[in-house]
């Protein structure tokens, strides 16, 4: 059974940085993608970032290219995502979800399984 579990939200003040955590179970990443998203109220959920786990490729939405980087740590079974220069439209719930497949999409739809989010709030 797959299982995700989000971690490490919470709020920061513009400019500073968060590491979000993707706890994974019941699958091996090496044959899914992991993908981050984000959903502000009132707006659709949009991908954030995405990681191949057979490959290692990445993909990111412009708004976040340069600030924001997904990784992986195998021991752990655990993907993250590090946010850097956080400015307030990154404020949002954070979710994570897993597709079985190599390939990193930012298009949720393609997504099967998802975690429960986490609360991202960036104000001064």
């Known amino acids: 059974q797959v299982q995700l579990v989000e971690s490490g939200g919470g709020l920061v003040q513009p400019g500073r940085s968060l590491r979000l955590s993707c706890a994974a179970s019941g699958f091996n990443l090496d044959y899914y993608a992991i993908g981050w998203f984000r959903q502000a109220p009132g707006k659709e959920r949009e991908g954030v970032s995405a990681?191949?786990?057979?490959?290692?490729?990445?993909n990111y939405a412009d708004s976040v290219k340069g600030r924001f980087t997904i990784s992986r740590d195998n021991a752990k079974n655990t993907v993250y995502l590090q946010m850097n220069s956080l400015k307030p439209e990154d404020t949002a719930v954070y979710y994570c979800a897993a597709r079985p497949g190599w390939e990193a999409l930012l298009l949720p739809a393609w997504y099967d399984d998802w975690g429960q989010g986490t609360q991202v709030t960036v104000s001064s």
């Open positions: 990681l191949s786990g057979s490959d290692g490729s990445t």
